[in-house]
């Protein structure tokens, strides 16, 4: 489908583009950063400053950013794509050769007025060039090997890139970002099943290579994943974070601890608290309803994402809007289950709540990407 | 510009079933999530809230202060001395160097102190406050104070700690505190955690020890709420500890340390009875040491100085020592006679200097022989061969028994350390514990105090009270605790004939105050204070015949621990007894020469309640007597002055 089609019905324009924005979408994404306000302000220890103010005005960039993007047609950005991509990949490269040294990985560039990460951008720019990518390719074509094999590169080479800076995080979510798009793209099951039998051989490679000359990742990740394994083994040790993480949440109880009277977080037993492990603080505070009122906010932004897929008349706006549906839910989804003790710990921030510029700036601006889907759909 | 093509719709529609395909997944994955959050979160919440309280709430103990010890009058014993002290928390110091040095220019602080602060400082985290130099002088605190703006992280605090003000005098009785230590934790049963305080200190012998509980009191606790470091955040909540109970003893602190300043120079032990409630007045062993110097940590000089001493300082000889009681024994011997029906008062017995039995030959003192001797000579003039006579009519156990109800052979029940049980010896115990059968010959020494027989100076301060009161005096050493009296030990008869005990008073009475008797040169020359007692010699070894016939050696001739023990136990007024005594001169000689002198001018300091007027004395001694008073008025003073200050 083209842009042509659209022209036989009628699709939004000039001033009555914001008419058609998914409000309740926006609603829900201001709901989930207000959130992320009020457990700023708490693990700063009733302070705006040093993390809140930081974050409310790159909440308003973004969100400007979000609108700035909705409003410029969905085809633009189809277009766009592979440049999107590219850029990305570029970036990618100067980081491994000239990003800054911060936290033993180099992630980002500094622009002076803020940190980049071009990991952040990648996750968007590749969801978006597959999106293109299938809705270029005949629906025939889908399945055929050849043409399953260039999407797998295109996410296989920023994926290698960002494990050797190291980002574990980042690369479970290309891989699995840009997966979820071949899949609702319709690439055959089979494929998936090899790949997930691959990937369970691959896991068992990475176990066996430890201690030895071709060890896959660092020694502090294959800790980690010790920890994550048994983390009581090594309680004041490497365990410690996931243990008192743990504690946290468990001690909220049903109603939490209240608003900034959270013992763990206020008396730093917590490691980052303000970053990575702020559901933590959210669930030692709010308890087990404030923690789940925060799963169900994502939960309805994952079902109008869905929905707004659904609705769409062109394969690049509904993939498009699924992948970054996914790459959200693997976001919050992998940080949950982190600081749960269901995974091991990855470095994945919860979204629209951590501190962090990059991935505050991205995420919106791909809730950008989904708004323009969204509001340029022919009705 | 490409064509949509003809299955745009079905491919639509595929990618709508693999979005609820992957939609599902999501909310199963959520599902997942929200189901591990509500077993966190609600099933787990109890387990998990309590880890978070241990983690930040920590218990302090707070230690109670401990109870005072004051002596009859109150002057106090054992007190709780502020302690100045300078303790520097690492991260307010900056350069912990530079402040130490400046440090230094106002209080002494060695290298060695410099470096051991410098290292436990490393050691503990930047916000532990790490002592520098304890025990300071108030000028040195002052200096320091006021020049605190030079001293960042520098903080003077005040502590308690156990002093002692009276020192020497009353090391025995009162005893010293020491930190707890792990032979005392294995030993002690009760499980008062503030035993587990670092260095929290306990009484370790004396008054101190066997008062131990109460006088501790019980700890305070101090809820404190920490964070991931250790630091303290903030107090959650404090319950004041309950102090120790104050103790009074019976204990006369001047007239206590007038008997450690008399038995300067000697190994002895004294015991002071005031004979109307059994309050002990006086319990002295000499030489004595400074219980102080425990309280600080004793130096392994002065240990090894005190341990090596042979006069054995830090035996408690009033209570723990045993002596054979030699003559002073013949008040028992010549009572079990008489209340067996065995001997008249008044019946002689013919001294010719020595008595053969079962083929031994048994010396008098006197070589020459006493004569015709009645109970009233033989005790005055100390015979012994009338003892050899009369205690083979009334039998060993007899004998025992009397001495047993005097007060010998027994454990006094007083709050004191090690007190000996002493020795009154009877057929049985020779044959368990020696497996041999008792023999005439042993009885014939135990008459007169030798042989098996042994006593402490409490023990024949306590037979000599019995004997001037009648009554069964029983010693006490605590007068009252928190204020409150203690009950004195209900004052039964002896059960023994007063007639007799009345003729051995004047017997008694006699010994100091006859021209024969064996103290007439320690008398008392007021006449309404007269002295009476028993002296003892005992001998340490065994006189041979050859040395008999060679003249026996004098005493001042034989090396210390060779000589005889010289031992007097005696009572005044002899009219109207109230305090009793008992002196035991280790290796002194001759009871009448070193132990009488001494019973008289301790019991002249206790019934005067100071210095004696030298018109007490007999004329001829007097001006000897003005000398020795001096002599202890300024081996008294340094003490006094210093329990002044403190």
Redesign the interface.
């Known amino acids: 489908?083209?842009y042509?089609?659209y022209n036989a019905k009628y699709v939004p324009t000039g001033l009555r583009k914001p008419l058609y924005l998914n409000w309740p979408l926006v609603l829900l994404l201001t709901a989930v950063a207000g959130i992320g306000f009020l457990m700023l302000y708490s693990v700063a220890g009733g302070s705006a400053s040093p993390w809140m103010e930081p974050q409310v005005k790159r909440f308003g960039v973004g969100m400007a950013a979000m609108f700035v993007i909705a409003m410029i047609p969905i085809w633009f950005w189809r277009n766009m794509s592979a440049m999107a991509y590219a850029v990305s990949l570029v970036l990618l490269l100067w980081v491994e050769f000239f990003g800054s040294i911060g936290m033993g990985a180099q992630r980002w560039i500094d622009l002076g007025f803020m940190r980049l990460q071009p990991s952040e951008l990648m996750k968007i720019a590749l969801v978006m060039l597959l999106a293109a990518y299938y809705d270029?390719l005949?629906?025939?074509r889908t399945s055929r090997p050849i043409w399953v094999i260039i999407p797998v590169l295109l996410i296989l080479i920023p994926t290698l890139l960002v494990l050797k800076q190291p980002d574990l995080g980042t690369a479970i979510l290309l891989l699995a970002g840009g997966g979820?798009v071949m899949?609702?793209?319709?690439v055959h099951w089979g494929y998936f099943g090899s790949v997930i039998l691959a990937g369970v051989g691959a896991v068992v490679a990475v176990f066996q290579s430890r201690g030895t000359s071709w060890q896959l990742l660092k020694d502090y990740q294959y800790q980690r994943i010790d920890t994550f394994l048994d983390p009581s083994n090594d309680p004041l040790g490497a365990g410690y974070h996931i243990t008192?993480a743990?504690?946290?949440?468990?001690?909220?109880?049903?109603t939490g601890k209240g608003f900034m009277q959270g013992?763990?977080t206020r008396?730093?037993?917590l490691p980052e608290k303000h970053t990575d492990f702020i559901f933590t603080t959210l669930?030692e505070e709010f308890?087990?309803i404030g923690?789940?009122t925060l799963?169900l906010l994502?939960?309805l932004i994952?079902?109008f994402c869905?929905i707004s897929?659904?609705q769409?008349?062109d394969?690049f706006s509904?993939?498009l809007t699924?992948g970054i549906a996914?790459t959200f839910?693997l976001f919050f989804?992998v940080n949950?289950?982190m600081v749960?003790g269901?995974l091991p710990v990855v470095g994945v921030p919860l979204p629209l709540v951590s501190y962090g510029g990059s991935a505050m700036l991205v995420l919106l601006a791909a809730f950008g990407l989904v708004q323009s889907a969204h509001v340029h759909r022919p009705r | 510009m490409k064509r949509p093509s003809r299955d745009s719709g079905e491919s639509l529609r595929g990618i709508s079933r693999r979005a609820l395909v992957l939609g599902a997944a999501q909310f199963g994955v959520m599902g997942v999530l929200a189901a591990r959050m509500r077993s966190m979160q609600v099933e787990e919440a109890e387990q998990y809230r309590l880890l978070a309280d241990e983690n930040r709430i920590n218990l302090r103990l707070l230690a109670p202060s401990r109870g005072l010890v004051f002596d009859r009058n109150g002057v106090a014993l054992a007190i709780n001395e502020q302690n100045y002290r300078v303790v520097m928390v690492r991260e307010d110091a900056g350069d912990v160097e530079d402040v130490l040095q400046r440090l230094r220019r106002l209080i002494p602080l060695t290298d060695d102190d410099i470096a051991r602060a410098i290292e436990e400082m490393a050691r503990h985290s930047p916000f532990v406050p790490v002592t520098i130099a304890d025990r300071l002088a108030w000028e040195e605190m002052a200096r320091v104070n006021i020049n605190t703006p030079a001293l960042p992280g520098v903080q003077a605090e005040v502590g308690l700690s156990r002093a002692y003000p009276l020192g020497s005098d009353t090391a025995h009785v009162v005893g010293y505190v020491g930190p707890v230590s792990d032979f005392d934790l294995s030993r002690i049963e009760d499980q008062d955690p503030l035993l587990q305080i670092p260095k929290f200190q306990i009484g370790k012998t004396g008054v101190e020890n066997k008062l131990e509980r109460i006088l501790r009191g019980s700890a305070g606790t101090r809820r404190i709420e920490v964070n991931a470091l250790g630091r303290v955040m903030r107090e959650i909540d404090r319950i004041e500890g309950t102090p120790g109970n104050d103790v009074q003893l019976t204990l006369d602190a001047a007239l206590q340390s007038y008997v450690e300043a008399r038995l300067d120079g000697e190994s002895a032990g004294v015991v002071v009875i005031d004979l109307e409630n059994g309050d002990l007045t006086a319990v002295a062993s000499a030489p004595t040491f400074d219980p102080n110097l425990f309280v600080r940590g004793i130096s392994t000089k002065d240990w090894t100085e005190l341990n090596e001493n042979p006069y054995r300082p830090l035996a408690a000889k009033a209570v723990q020592g045993t002596y054979p009681p030699g003559s002073t024994f013949k008040l028992a011997t010549a009572l079990a006679a008489i209340e067996a029906g065995v001997l008249d008062p008044e019946e002689t017995v013919y001294c010719r200097g020595y008595v053969d039995v079962s083929g031994n030959r048994f010396h008098c003192w006197k070589p020459t022989g006493h004569g015709n001797m009645n109970l009233h000579e033989s005790l005055k003039q100390s015979c012994d061969c009338y003892y050899y006579e009369i205690c083979q009519r009334v039998g060993i156990d007899l004998i025992s028994e009397m001495a047993v109800r005097l007060g010998l052979g027994q454990r006094h029940d007083l709050p004191l350390s090690a007190i000996a049980e002493g020795l009154t010896p009877t057929r049985d115990w020779k044959l368990k514990v020696r497996g041999e059968d008792w023999r005439i010959g042993d009885t014939v020494n135990a008459s007169i105090g030798q042989g098996f027989v042994l006593a402490s100076p409490l023990q024949l301060a306590v037979m000599v009270a019995r004997v001037a009161t009648g009554r069964q005096i029983i010693p006490r050493l605590i007068r009252a605790i928190d204020g409150v009296e203690q009950p004195a030990a209900s004052d039964e008869p002896l059960g023994v004939n007063e007639n007799v005990l009345r003729r051995m008073r004047a017997a008694l009475d006699a010994v100091s105050n006859h021209t024969r008797g064996t103290a007439y040169g320690s008398r008392i020359a007021a006449d309404e204070l007269r002295l009476a007692g028993k002296t003892g010699t005992s001998q340490v070894r065994r006189i041979t015949q050859e040395e008999r016939d060679a003249g026996i050696t004098r005493n001042e001739d034989l090396p210390w621990e060779r000589r005889d023990h010289a031992l007097f136990v005696g009572y005044a007024p002899a009219d109207a007894p109230r305090f009793a005594i008992a002196v035991v001169v280790e290796h002194g000689g001759g009871g009448s020469t070193v132990a009488a002198p001494i019973a008289r001018d301790v019991l002249l300091q206790a019934m005067y309640d100071g210095p004696p007027p030298l018109s007490a004395y007999p004329s001829n001694i007097r001006s000897q007597i003005e000398t020795l008073q001096e002599r202890i008025q300024q081996r008294i003073a340094p003490g006094s002055s210093s329990s002044g200050r403190a």
Not at chain 1, 183 to 186: I, Q
Not at chain 1, 246 to 254: C, H, N, Q
Request: charged letters at 5%.
């Open positions: 489908m083209s042509l089609e270029w005949a629906p025939s979820a899949f609702a793209a319709g008192q743990k504690i946290a949440l468990g001690s909220g109880g049903w013992t763990q008396l730093n037993f669930a308890g087990y923690a789940s799963l994502y939960a994952i079902v869905v897929a659904l769409s008349r394969r509904s993939l699924l996914m839910f989804a949950m289950a749960m269901l």
